[in-house]
């Protein structure tokens, strides 16, 4: 079965300082790919997503992700943090081996210092 | 005009209690969900039902019955409730059913379950 591994439950990072948020998917196909946010006490809201097409992949505030598939890997970025940023971020696969269901990271929580 | 909504947003209540939690979406998508959210956020799916039919069953207490009268509602009954359900459930949509589009799933705002 496909996964999705985040690597760090919590990273910190500064105000204007680069967000990096690992991810790494394991698949035996070319799979589709979501970054997704949740912002405290509400839902997941869609950052961005890979259907294989570009593999750098620019979604909503500012944020970009790119597919490297010699790596496996679906690392989100951002080239300023601000403080509006921090949420758990999570990764996650579209399994086709089970029937297509989306599977989730274990969440990475981000926190902005001013 | 919310896209997917779920009420209650927050549901207090005794161990063996039975509870439901509706869902909405006003998107036109076929496809609903219901996922758990556990006290360390990971996220897992429960169920999903197709225009009524229940295409997805993962391995659920049968205390936990979904049911869907059409294709925009999708309501989670659970019987008896334990203090293991205390959790967050979110309810989704997608356009297709899974495995037929990129999977892109929109979602609710969540209800909280505290069972005490």
């Known amino acids: 079965a496909q996964s999705v591994t985040q690597l760090g439950s919590h990273v910190s990072v500064s105000e204007g300082a680069l967000v990096l948020l690992r991810c790494n998917y394991s698949s035996s196909v070319p799979p589709y790919l979501f970054w997704y946010v949740q912002y405290p006490n509400q839902g997941l809201q869609l950052l961005l997503k890979y259907t294989s097409a570009a593999t750098l992949v620019k979604g909503i505030n500012g944020f970009e992700a790119e597919f490297k598939k010699s790596e496996t890997s679906f690392h989100l970025t951002k080239p300023s943090a601000h403080m509006s940023d921090a949420a758990e971020y999570f990764c996650?696969?579209?399994?086709?081996?089970?029937?297509?269901?989306?599977?989730f990271g274990q969440g990475t929580e981000l926190s902005v210092k001013p | 005009d919310t896209a997917v909504s779920q009420t209650p947003k927050y549901l207090v209540t005794q161990m063996g209690n039975d509870k439901s939690i509706k869902c909405e979406q006003n998107l036109g998508h076929d496809t609903m969900y219901w996922y758990k959210q556990d006290s360390k956020k990971f996220l897992k799916i429960m169920f999903s039902?197709?225009?009524?039919?229940l295409i997805i069953n993962e391995t659920v207490p049968n205390r936990f019955s979904p049911k869907s009268p059409d294709k925009a509602h999708l309501n989670l009954h659970i019987n008896s409730l334990e203090l293991g359900d205390s959790a967050v459930y979110f309810c989704?949509?997608?356009?297709?059913?899974?495995?037929w589009g990129t999977g892109e799933l929109f979602f609710g705002e969540g209800s909280r379950l505290t069972v005490l």
């Open positions: 039902y197709n225009n009524k039919e």
């Open positions: 996650a696969v579209s399994d086709y081996n089970q029937g297509g269901k989306l599977i």
């Open positions: 989704a949509s997608s356009q297709e059913r899974p495995g």
